[in-house]
Every structure is written in C-alpha cells, then in structure tokens.
Nanobody, 123 residues
Framework: QVQLVESGGGLVQAGGSLRLSCAASGRTFSTYTMGWFRQGPGKEREFVAT????????YYADSVKGRFTISRDNAKNTVYLQMNILKPEDTAVYYC????????????????WGQGTQVTVSS
C-alpha cells in the first residue's frame, strides 16, 4: 500500500512558476514508476509526466514538454513537478500517482493516487 500526499499548488500569474511535491509512504518507493496527471475544469483527467523508479527515464505530454520537469528523490520518498512558463490552460487539479508500468501514460496503469492539489494560472 502506498499513500500519496501532494502539496505546492496555488494561484500564479501566467509566465510564472510553481513546484509541486508528492510525498509517499512506504519503504518501496523506488520500485514505483511515478506520474503526474491533471484534470482541468470540465475536462477529463490527462497525463502530464512520468518518471522511472530510478529517476533516469522521464516522459512528458507534448503540452508541457520544455516547460515542466519531473524529478524524484528516493531518499525522501518524494516526487516533484517543476512547472515553468505557466499558462492559463495549465489550470487544473494536479494528481500524483504510483504504478508498476514503466513509462505509462495510462490512468488505469497507476494503482495509487493522491488527493490532488489545485493550480490556478491567471491571465
């Protein structure tokens, strides 16, 4: 069982930056692929970024590539999402998730989810 708690969301102006954190419980954090997803108002949940257990492989949605960076610190059981050059269309609830499928962009391949943190980007 893995419990995930996101933090770091908030209100920011377009062009600004935020860093989201996701703290995980358990002693097997490094064995999980970690992902970030988001759900905007009236939209379906969508993939944002994923990182392998060792942190060496990452993959991003085209909409955030070059602006967002996913990273992890296995010693701290934490995964991060650095978001730069934020746009109003990035407004969403951001969720972190843990799963066993390396590089997966599919929601159903992630077994554990956090409660989400709101990110609002004003124009």
């Amino acid at each position: 069982q893995v419990q995930l708690v996101e933090s770091g969301g908030g209100l920011v102006q377009a062009g600004g930056s935020l860093r989201l954190s996701c703290a995980a419980s358990g002693r097997t954090f490094s064995t999980y692929t970690m992902g970030w997803f988001r759900q905007g108002p009236g939209k379906e949940r969508e993939f944002v970024a994923t990182i392998s257990g060792g942190g060496t492989r990452t993959y991003y949605a085209d909409s955030v590539k070059g602006r967002f960076t996913i990273s992890r610190d296995n010693a701290k059981n934490t995964v991060y999402l650095q978001m730069n050059i934020l746009k109003p269309e990035d407004t969403a609830v951001y969720y972190c998730a843990a799963g066993r499928s390396a590089g997966s962009v599919k929601i159903y391949e992630y077994n554990y989810w956090g409660q989400g943190t709101q990110v609002t980007v004003s124009s």
